[in-house]
């Protein structure tokens, strides 16, 4: 359809109204939040970050920007993969960021930007393809903008964001497809074909994600589209296989097992006793530390504890409105969310059995499962549970889950500011730059804590993002360095000045490249 033609009908013009508004949502609802913490969206300065992954999130894509691929070694306690290396997540995590980067670059502020327009624009997708009514879109925007997680992700350096965006345009063709909003077959065909390839990046990413292939599989049968029916079940376990290959190839280990597989393991072995105690031990123990997390949350807004409230508020709310509403051609896309939930729900308790980190995984689901809630058709039973969660998101708010107790947004310091622009004068003075060696040549030791008389001390990073695009960054533990201090093979420490690896590198003879704030860098 030409864009005159498209623009002709009442109804088309309307929807491209809306799409424009939730294009700018986003945007609109960062600049408010920054403007209640009294600064502006252009202060938000990524090396001031407290969270030490976005460090590697933003070399990593720096690197691909610059150089194709990362030119030293990205792992932790010198673990690298045979070929390259991008720490412990695929590196298909970080195209999108690297194809926006091509267009917008990829700088402290611009990184922030192409985060907020990466969902910006699956937002916009979500609501063409679902044609959200005005009343319905009213409340999704409301509920989002009581989620003060939900805009502090978006202007934090995590993967999340553009996860979230994918899933939520997964949710828009399920819709459109399920509510038989196509107009003609191919239309038809390439929102089946998109559906899939979304499936399936989402798989190569988080291997839990493989449950949503649920929905092409159901729907291309319920719908007679058998030849797509097949492709999605071969596809579901060419992905998993994908995922697994591409993170033996591409991925470094990390200082443990990421995943505790004890209880796994046992199973496998034929201890059905012993792996059945196991579980209910492990299980009563995250059980603990999930309702700490809880009780937090609503204590001090924590927002890695509001995940879990909301995730269990939606999984009752989706779990009633797929049971007793009507319209059961969307009940495919409910049931598996359902699967979605419970599955890294359990994940996180008997795998991971971090619940803090499992808070941050989860907030992908929080997302989706407002935006499911909110497409149900109208009605008590559906406008109770907004209500529901908007009061959750209040009650949040009001004990100060806007300032989040974790991790917040990175908004500009000065004294971190300048120990970037210290340590980028320092390498520039001393020519630390590319060797033509791809490998440790280009690889900076970083010695993330040590010990001061006995005393842990942590050493500031900050001055790590100035490093030579395409350097390498490899996280070791001082105990690690110590004891293997004759075979290391990185060229630089940076380590904290005076602790432990320092006396070492000392007493070898180290050259010291530089020294800033509490950090210290040697060439071996």
């Not at 038989?180 to 077959?185: A, F, I, L, R, V």
């Not at 009633?320 to 495919?332: D, E, I, T």
Request: charged residues 20%; aromatic residues 18%; glycine residues 6%.
């Amino acid at each position: 359809m030409k864009i005159k033609e498209f623009f002709k009908e009442k109804k088309n013009k309307r929807l491209f109204v809306k799409c424009l508004v939730a294009l700018l949502f986003p945007f609109a609802l960062c600049l408010l939040y920054c403007l209640i913490r009294g600064i502006s969206l252009g202060d938000i300065y990524v090396p001031a970050s407290k969270n030490n992954d976005s460090l590697y999130y933003f070399k990593l894509v720096e690197s691909i920007r610059y150089n194709l691929f990362p030119r030293g070694y990205f792992g932790f306690n010198e673990s690298h993969a045979a070929n390259l290396t991008f720490a412990a997540w695929s590196p298909l995590m970080l195209l999108p960021w690297a194809f926006a980067s091509l267009i917008f670059g990829w700088g402290f502020k611009s990184a922030v930007f192409i985060n907020i327009l990466l969902f910006a624009i699956a937002f916009a997708i979500f609501v063409y393809l679902t044609d959200l009514e005005i009343e319905k879109m009213i409340y999704l925007t409301i509920l989002y903008s009581f989620f003060p997680s939900f805009f502090i992700h978006l202007m934090c350096i995590l993967p999340e964001a553009s996860i979230a965006g994918l899933t939520l345009i997964l949710l828009g063709l399920s819709y459109r497809i399920s509510n038989d909003k196509e107009t003609n077959k191919k239309s038809e065909n390439a929102s089946y074909v998109f559906l899939i390839l979304i499936s399936i990046f989402l798989t190569l990413l988080r291997p839990y994600m493989v449950v949503f292939f649920i929905i092409p599989i159901v729907l291309s049968f319920k719908n007679k589209k058998v030849f797509f029916g097949i492709v999605s079940i071969i596809l579901t376990g060419a992905s998993l296989a994908g995922y697994f290959i591409i993170a033996k190839l591409f991925t470094a280990d990390y200082f443990t097992p990421l995943f505790d597989l004890g209880i796994i393991k046992l199973f496998l072995h034929g201890k059905f006793t012993e792996g059945f105690w196991t579980s209910v031990y492990v299980i009563r123990d995250m059980k603990r530390e999930i309702f700490a997390q809880i009780a937090d949350a609503f204590r001090y807004g924590l927002t890695s504890g509001t995940h879990y409230v909301l995730l269990l508020f939606e999984f009752i709310i989706v779990l009633f409105l797929s049971l007793f509403k009507k319209n059961k051609q969307f009940r495919v896309i409910a049931i598996t969310y359902l699967i979605a939930v419970a599955g890294v729900l359990s994940a996180i308790v008997l795998l991971l059995q971090k619940a803090n980190e499992g808070g941050r995984h989860i907030w992908v689901f929080c997302i989706l499962g407002v935006a499911l809630i909110v497409l149900f058709k109208e009605g008590h039973e559906s406008s109770v549970p907004k209500l529901i969660i908007a009061a959750l998101f209040v009650t949040f708010i009001i004990r100060g889950a806007s300032v989040p107790t974790d991790y917040d947004v990175p908004f500009d310091d000065r004294n971190i500011k300048e120990n970037v622009t210290a340590w980028k004068e320092i390498y520039e003075k001393e020519n630390v730059s590319l060797s033509d060696n791809t490998g440790y040549d280009n690889t900076v030791i970083w010695v993330f804590i040590d010990y001061v008389d006995g005393k842990q001390v942590v050493t500031e990073f900050n001055g790590l993002y100035a490093l030579p695009k395409g350097f390498g960054i490899s996280c070791c533990s001082p105990d690690y360095v110590l004891t293997y201090f004759d075979t290391l093979q990185s060229k630089y420490i940076f380590t904290y000045d005076g602790a432990l690896v320092a006396e070492e590198c000392e007493e070898y003879g180290y050259k010291v490249v530089g020294r800033y704030g509490n950090s210290v860098m040697y060439e071996r």
